[in-house]
Structure formats: C-alpha cells, structure tokens
C-alpha cells in the first residue's frame, strides 16, 4: 500500500490532497503547524496519521519522517503544500517576514523532500514528490516579493532535486496553482476590487477549488505520470497563457 506525506495537510490545498490520495487508499500522514486542523483531516481518511511539526525544523522534519517509517512501514510519495503568504510593499517590508517566508516556502520544501527522499533512496524502489510552487513561481504580481522569491525558488528546486534524483528512480515535479479558494485567498476574494483584478487575469473567469489542485498531485504521485520529472505544471485556469 502507498505511504504518502502532505505538509499543510490542515487546511486548503493539503487537506485536499491528504483525503484525495486517502481515498485512492494510501496510508497518509497529515503534517502540519497546526496539529488539531492535521489531526480533524486525518480522521476524516480511513488510514491517516496527523503530524505536528513546522516544516522549517530538521529535526520535527526527522521526527514526522521516523513516525511515518514506524507506523506505516515505508514513504513513496510526498506533497510539499505548507505554505505562507504575507504581502507588503518592497520598500518596508520586514527582513524577518522575508526570512520566514522563505524558511517556510522554500527550505522546508527542501526539508521536506530531503528527508523523505533518503528513505525513497535506501528502499530502492523509487517514489514521488510533489512541490506546491505557484504561478508566481514564474509570473510576478505587485506587493508580494518574498512569496513571489520563495515560489520562483521552489521551481528551480524541483527541477534541481528532479535531476539529483532521478538516478534513484524518485521522480520530483512541480504544480503551479492559480488562484484558489482557500484560507490564504479568502481575504484577496472577500476584496471585491482585488477579486475583479485576480477573475480578469483568470481566462476561466473563476477561482480554482484545492480538489482541482489535489487531482493533479494525485496524478503526478502514480503510475500514470511514469515519464515526468522536473515538470511545471501550471493548474491556474490559464493565467499564465497571457
Ligand atoms: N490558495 C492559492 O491561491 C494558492 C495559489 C498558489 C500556490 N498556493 C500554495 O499552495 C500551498 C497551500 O496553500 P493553501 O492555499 O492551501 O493555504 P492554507 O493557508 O489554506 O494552508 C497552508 C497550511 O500550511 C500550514 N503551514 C504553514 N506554515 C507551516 C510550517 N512552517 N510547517 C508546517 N505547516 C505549515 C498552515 O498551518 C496551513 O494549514 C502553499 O504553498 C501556497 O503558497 C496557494
């Protein structure tokens, strides 16, 4: 049976994903900062673990990755959807905020996958990850910097990880969510104004749901996607065909 982690499984994107590879039948552990919103996720799925750990700490990162080996037998496939986003103008913004945004977005992307990938490697039979990046992994927007960073980051991460892996059979590929409606938008698209500006950048003319999102990793973490590695997938509603 396919062990998967998803990070941010508490909310938005991850949840969607953790209970989307759940009822594919993977044994799932829900990691995230907030371990009561991991733990309300996981009973939800029939073989589900919650986590608590902040992906930007090695050893919480060891620790989720031991708990998974122990309780569920192995690791093949990984989603990296924690994520922060905090906007402000360039000329203020606070060097701490960037620094933690990139903690969060990027190095623990890399945690995350490091760790993970060790066990892929030393089982010898492969595995899957996936890295949430964004559309603003390759188009930027005003007042977001660091997470526009963090999430240009990310893409060339996966693509460096899909090289330094693929001799191990792990194959790393990258999704690039549009707008969706989760959490982390619902003050964007509670704006009327900014929600007008997002919808008339968004060719499909709606936000996406993290169930769109979700269906696209589960995708990417089986059989199906047998030839992909290094990959950007844009699941964004045609954003970035403008
Ligand atoms: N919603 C969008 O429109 C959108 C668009 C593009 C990319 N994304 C990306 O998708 C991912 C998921 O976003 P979402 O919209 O579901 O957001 P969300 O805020 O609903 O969920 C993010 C989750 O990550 C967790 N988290 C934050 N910091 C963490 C840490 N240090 N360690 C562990 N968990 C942590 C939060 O507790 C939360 O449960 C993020 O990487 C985000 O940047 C979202």
């Known amino acids: 049976m396919t062990v ?11 949840a969607a994903t953790a209970r989307r590879l759940g009822d594919r039948g993977d044994r799932v552990v829900c990691v995230d900062i907030d371990g009561d919103r991991a733990a309300e996720v996981a ?6 673990l919650a986590f608590t750990a902040d992906i930007t700490d090695e ?7 031991s708990m998974a080996v122990d309780r569920f037998g192995g690791m093949d496939a990984v989603v990296t959807c924690a994520g922060i986003e905090t906007m402000g103008d360039s000329l203020e ?21 490091q760790r993970t990938a060790r066990v892929m490697k030393a089982q010898g039979e492969g595995g ?7 559309i603003n992994s ?26 330094d892996l693929a001799p191990h059979g792990i194959r ?12 982390m938008t619902s003050d964007s698209l509670a704006d009327s104004a900014r929600r007008e500006m997002l919808m008339e950048r968004t060719p499909l003319g709606r936000p996406g749901n993290p169930e769109e999102i979700a269906e696209v990793a589960a995708f990417l973490t089986s059989d199906a996607s047998s030839f992909m ?14």
């Open 172 to 183: 790393v590929n990258v999704i690039g969510p549009g707008v969706i409606d989760t959490p």
């Open 128 to 134: 899957w990850i996936v890295l949430i990046g964004s």
């Open 4 to 14: 998967s982690l998803v990070t941010g499984a508490g909310s938005g994107i991850g």
């Open 59 to 65: 050893a919480q990162c060891d620790a989720m990755v």
């Open 138 to 163: 390759q188009a930027a927007l005003p007042g977001a910097a660091a997470y526009i960073a963090s999430k240009g980051g990310v893409l060339m991460l996966g693509r460096a990880l899909a090289l």
């Open 93 to 113: 913004f606070d060097p701490a905020a960037f620094r933690r945004i990139v903690d969060v977005n990027l190095t623990g992307s890399f945690l995350t996958a």
């Open 229 to 242: 590695t290094g990959a950007f997938v844009p699941v964004d509603g045609g954003w970035l065909t403008r």
């Open 43 to 48: 009973d939800g799925i029939e073989h589900a």
